[in-house]
């Protein structure tokens, strides 16, 4: 277990009291809290640093274009990047995403191909998708996941029997924390001839990613979610996929030369960077990253797995409470999908909240997998490093409240 | 720091009398012979309603309603079809509007003998997130009595 008083004194929100209560922060896959060295390397770059990038010819603007290329560099290195070109600055998971879907995924999928993506996908990888095989006549196949929320590895080997030009899926599920088995799936794409769109939003706050070693073709991943600021990410793809896509959006910094009626664009990543980038994302973004090594990847990821199974040893004691998802240790991140009874989950999120307890209720912007769990809604607790077991036990504590208001008596 | 709000006594927001429409809920069904049908949904929280009406000259002869939702949505749904019965449409228009001022706080609303059982959802207006899971069948019957002007 990481020194967990240790790790909160770094986060000043944490500080804050909800309600009357120590703030027991559970959201984290929904978003994360800030570091101090991140606030701090937010401000600094505005005292210190700030001019547009890649423009000025003076020293100011040449640290702001050190700084933010830096933090390229930095991001790179996280996951083991193909080259640091290879590393395009986006808001997000989303908007990565929709980079590839818009840019690769237009110039290459034709009337009759096909797009394969998971029962599991959040929203932002499969709307995109479903726009783009609507507007291209192409079909989207959906594989289906297991009883205990994992992907069903025989529909995905019939998925692939009619190969498909691009296949997508979460490293990590967002609602079920199922560790998806990346590197197979990208395998067994790949024998088909299909390229690999890896969804990192929730594997690269929570483990060692290596993307060189997933080998798959594009990973997307969302800085919010892993201590850096909101509005930062990245797509991180193969440079030569890169170099041969259309360019995504219009505009300063993604052209080489411009004409009247044509240009020409710049090399990769700037060529999917059009207009003034996210600087103090990117910075913050770095700074989280060298928080995040400090601390270790494999020692959050262990964390974080021993609070799940800790919370899930205690909420399936309470009688009438569901949890959904693997059990098995190594199958799960730590995110625990439940439900209690007939107690609907926003009525558990709002007697939680009572006691400074913030969860998610919803479907998790998973609509396909919550039909598939036949639920409309569940609860979901997510751990990040500062989480102890103290959370756990508040936890498990207020949710036999929620059960005494709603007449269930605990066991 | 504490930057939270005075607070909200979950009790009040959970009554007895809210909790058995919720688990035991009136008018749950569908109408053969419905005027109006209206289906609304809270794509934030996935609560949904499916709401029927016959309505015979100015008359709410029938209401029911297909639901999924929390306690406060169904609840409030259950209340809102067992006081429409045999109202005329300009009543249920004048109904919603006085359980959206009581969600607005509006003391004198949640006073309001017209609004029956409904009263027991006066405390939602100390949560401003549960709001909108009161007023979606609210907002349903509003919607269909829109649809028969039309």
């Known amino acids: 277990m990481l020194d967990v008083a240790r790790i909160r004194a770094d986060f000043p929100l944490l500080a804050q009291r909800e309600n009357g209560h120590r703030l027991v922060y559970l959201d984290n896959a929904a978003t994360t809290q800030k570091p101090q060295v991140v606030l701090d390397a937010i401000v600094d770059y505005y005292r210190t640093t700030n001019a547009n990038v890649h423009r000025g ?22 996951v083991n990047a193909w080259a640091p070109e290879g590393v395009v600055f986006t808001r ?32 932002s990888n499969l709307v995109p998708w479903q726009i783009l095989c609507q507007e291209k006549g192409a079909t989207l196949r959906m594989v289906e996941i297991t009883e205990d929320g994992r992907i069903d590895l025989s529909d995905f080997g019939r998925a ?21 088995p990346a590197a197979q799936l990208a395998k067994l794409a790949h024998a088909v001839g299909a390229v690999v769109v890896v969804d990192g939003a929730q594997s690269t706050p929570h483990l060692k990613v290596d993307v ?58 700037h060529k999917f960077e059009a207009g003034t980038p996210n600087v103090e994302g990117a910075v913050g973004l770095a700074a989280a990253i060298t928080y995040l090594e400090g601390i270790g990847l494999d020692r959050i990821a262990d964390h974080e797995q021993a609070l799940a199974a800790a919370a899930i040893e205690k909420l399936i004691e309470i009688e009438g ?85 709603f007449g269930y008596v605990p066991a | 720091m504490d930057t939270s709000r005075p607070e909200p006594q979950l009790s009040a927001l959970y009554q007895e009398l809210i909790l058995d429409h919720y688990r035991r809920p009136r008018n749950k069904g569908t109408l053969e012979d419905a005027t109006h049908s209206v289906s609304l949904n809270n794509p934030l929280c996935g609560d949904e309603i499916d709401l029927q009406l016959r309505v015979d000259g100015d008359v709410i002869k029938e209401a029911r309603f297909i639901g999924r939702g929390c306690s406060i949505s169904q609840a409030s749904a259950s209340m809102m079809t067992q006081l429409l019965k045999e109202r005329t449409v300009p009543q249920a228009i004048a109904l919603a509007e006085r359980m959206s001022a009581m969600m607005q706080g509006d003391d004198g609303a949640a006073r309001d003998k017209t609004l029956g059982d409904l009263r027991a959802l006066a405390g939602v207006s100390k949560f401003p997130v549960r709001i909108k899971c009161a007023l979606l069948p609210w907002n349903a019957l509003t919607d269909a009595m829109k649809a028969g002007r039309g």
Not at chain 1, 95 to 119: C, F, H, M, P, Q
Not at chain 1, 350 to 375: E, F, K, S, W, Y
């Open chain 1, 57 to 78: 010819a003076y020293d100011l603007a040449i640290r702001a274009t050190e700084a933010y290329e830096a933090a390229r560099a930095k991001v790179a290195a996280f």
């Open chain 1, 160 to 180: 692939l029997e009619r190969p498909p030009k691009i296949v997508a899926f979460p490293y990590v599920s967002n609602a079920l924390g199922t560790v998806n």
């Open chain 1, 321 to 405: 409470v569901t949890v959904y998802g693997p059990h098995a240790r190594g199958h799960r991140a730590g995110v625990v999908s439940f439900t209690y009874g007939d107690v609907h989950p926003h009525d558990i999120a709002t007697i939680l909240d009572r006691d400074g307890i913030c969860i998610r209720a919803g479907h998790h912007c998973t609509q396909p997998l919550m039909r598939r769990l036949n639920v409309a809604a569940t609860a979901r607790a997510s751990f990040y490093l500062y989480n102890g077991p103290d959370d756990v036990d508040a936890l498990a504590g207020a949710l036999v409240k929620a059960g005494a208001l």
């Open chain 1, 92 to 123: 997000g998971t989303t908007e990565a995403i929709n980079l590839v879907a818009g840019s690769y995924g237009r110039a290459t999928l034709k009337a009759g191909d096909s797009v394969v993506v998971t029962g599991m996908d959040h929203h």
């Open chain 1, 212 to 269: 060189q070693a997933l080998d798959c073709d594009f990973y997307a991943l969302s800085g919010h979610k892993m201590l850096g600021p909101m509005g930062s990410g990245a797509l991180v793809a193969k440079p030569d996929l890169l170099d041969a896509m259309p360019p995504y959006h219009g505009g300063g910094e993604m052209i080489s030369r411009v004409w009247d009626d044509h240009s020409t664009y710049n090399k990769i990543p």
